[in-house]
């Protein structure tokens, strides 16, 4: 099963959280591979058994622009098959907390098999470390 790990952020706090989440992924010994969005092999997409997507927020909840290629694909791409989680961090001083999470989560619900959601204040902390091997053993249950 071959799972990817896409993620995008600019001041590190995302790359943070996913970097405890890949961690995690290869404790259980899964074929994992982490991208940085612009890394990612869009095209390929649909050859992937499992994704899980990294994204902080923008704007007024918005996801960042350079994910929005990515979303597109899913729109486009044969992606039915493919069990997919959404991370993210954001700032519950915005009204809408992780509105990029949100905005992946309802697309992947309608084009994928989502399992798994996850939203972090800024940086994770400690408490987050047994929110994030949740997140993994409910998507690798799924997968
Ligand atoms: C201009 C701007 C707009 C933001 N808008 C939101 C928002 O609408 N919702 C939210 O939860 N966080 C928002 N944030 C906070 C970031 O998403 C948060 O700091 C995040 O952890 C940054 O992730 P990164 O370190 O991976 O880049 C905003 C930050 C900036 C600078």
């Given at each position: 099963?071959?799972?990817?790990?896409?993620?995008?952020?600019?001041?590190?706090?995302?790359?943070?959280?996913?970097q405890?989440?890949?961690?995690?992924?290869?404790?259980?010994?899964?074929?994992?591979?982490?991208?940085?969005?612009?890394?990612?092999?869009?095209k390929?997409?649909?050859?992937?058994?499992?994704?899980?997507?990294?994204?902080?927020?923008?704007?007024?909840?918005?996801?960042?622009?350079?994910?929005?290629?990515?979303?597109?694909?899913?729109?486009?791409?044969?992606?039915?098959?493919?069990?997919?989680?959404?991370?993210?961090?954001?700032d519950?001083?915005?009204?809408?907390?992780?509105?990029?999470?949100?905005?992946?989560?309802?697309?992947?619900?309608?084009?994928?098999?989502?399992?798994?959601?996850?939203?972090?204040?800024?940086?994770?902390?400690?408490?987050?470390?047994?929110?994030c091997?949740?997140?993994?053993?409910?998507?690798?249950d799924?997968?």
């Amino acid at each position: 099963m071959k799972i990817a790990v896409v993620y995008t952020s600019k001041t590190g706090n995302t790359e943070e959280l996913i970097q405890i989440l890949f961690q995690l992924f290869l404790n259980k010994n899964s074929d994992v591979a982490l991208y940085r969005i612009e890394q990612f092999p869009l095209k390929e997409l649909s050859q992937f058994d499992g994704i899980v997507l990294g994204t902080y927020t923008w704007g007024d909840g918005e996801i960042p622009c350079e994910m929005m290629d990515l979303y597109r694909e899913f729109e486009i791409q044969n992606v039915r098959h493919i069990i997919t989680g959404v991370v993210g961090t954001g700032d519950s001083g915005y009204p809408k907390f992780c509105g990029a999470v949100d905005g992946f989560r309802d697309m992947l619900y309608v084009q994928t098999k989502l399992a798994v959601t996850l939203k972090v204040e800024l940086s994770p902390q400690r408490q987050d470390i047994e929110r994030c091997k949740r997140f993994v053993g409910i998507f690798m249950d799924k997968l």
